[in-house]
């Protein structure tokens, strides 16, 4: 059974940093896309950054230079470093794991989540 779980998420104020971490049990983490998606109130989910089979990274045009998708496959956690963090970061922050194709489509599993407060 394939299990993902986030840590790390927490209140910052703007300008500062926070790196969140998501293990993943089971066989779903490497040789499968992989990706961190946030969702803010009333807002619909969106992919932040991805990691794809080939192993090419992906971020979305709001955090391209200060977000940065890693992934430790010794150990199976994804993480996400985030720096210069601004309001609009703010939001519930998911992993998700065996992407049905490219990094912004669906995926099979997803974490619970992890918020992030930027204030």
């Known amino acids: 059974d394939v299990q993902l779980v986030e840590s790390g998420g927490g209140s910052v104020q703007a300008g500062g940093s926070l790196r969140l971490s998501c293990v993943v049990s089971?066989?779903?983490?490497?040789?499968?896309?992989v990706a961190w998606f946030r969702q803010a109130p009333g807002k619909e989910r969106e992919g932040v950054a991805g990691i794809e089979r080939d192993g090419s990274t992906n971020y979305a045009d709001s955090v391209k230079g200060r977000f940065t998708i890693s992934r430790d496959s010794d150990k199976n956690i994804l993480y996400l470093q985030m720096d210069s963090l601004k309001s609009e970061d703010t939001g519930m922050y998911y992993c998700a794991a065996d992407s049905t194709g490219t990094w912004l489509d669906d995926y099979n599993f997803w974490g619970q989540g992890t918020q992030v407060t930027v204030s």
């Open positions: 089971g066989d779903a983490f490497t040789s499968s896309c």
